[in-house]
C-alpha cells in the first residue's frame, strides 16, 4: 500500500522560508506525476504545484518566483522549498499522486504550515 507523509511544517514570520517533505512509502521511486496542494479551514483544497513525470514544473500564480517543487525519485521524496512567505500561505499542505499512475490518487495527511509574526 502506498503512503505519503509530508513533514516540515511549522510557524514562521513573513519573509521566512520552510521546506516540505513528503516521502513515499509502497512505491520502488517517484517517477510519475506528483502534487502539492494546501488547504484553509472551510476552503476547498487548493493546487500549489506539480512536477511531471520529466520534471516539468508548474505553479499557481501567487506562489510562482517563490515556491520550488523537486523531488529525489531514488530516494523517494518531494519537497517544496518556500521563500518569502506571507500569511495568505498559512494552511495545511499535502502531497498528492493523481489517479491511474499507482492506483486511485493517493494523499498524505498534511503538515500545518502558519506565517504569522
Known amino acids: 500500500q502506498v503512503q505519503l507523509v509530508e513533514s516540515g511544517g511549522g510557524l514562521v514570520q513573513p519573509g521566512g522560508s520552510l521546506r516540505l517533505s513528503c516521502v513515499g512509502s509502497?512505491?520502488?521511486?517517484?517517477?510519475?506525476?506528483m502534487n502539492w496542494y494546501r488547504q484553509t479551514p472551510g476552503k476547498e483544497r487548493e493546487w500549489v504545484a506539480s512536477i511531471g513525470m520529466s520534471g516539468v514544473t508548474k505553479y499557481f500564480d501567487s506562489v510562482k518566483g517563490r515556491f520550488t517543487i523537486s523531488r529525489d525519485k531514488e530516494k523517494k521524496i518531494l519537497y517544496l522549498q518556500m521563500n518569502s512567505l506571507k500569511p495568505d500561505d498559512s494552511a495545511k499542505y499535502y502531497c498528492?499522486?493523481?489517479?491511474?499512475?499507482?492506483?486511485?490518487?493517493?494523499w498524505g495527511q498534511g503538515t500545518q504550515v502558519t506565517v504569522s509574526s
Open positions: 498528492h499522486i493523481p489517479s491511474g499512475y499507482i492506483g486511485p490518487e493517493t
Open positions: 509502497g512505491v520502488p521511486s517517484l517517477w510519475f506525476h
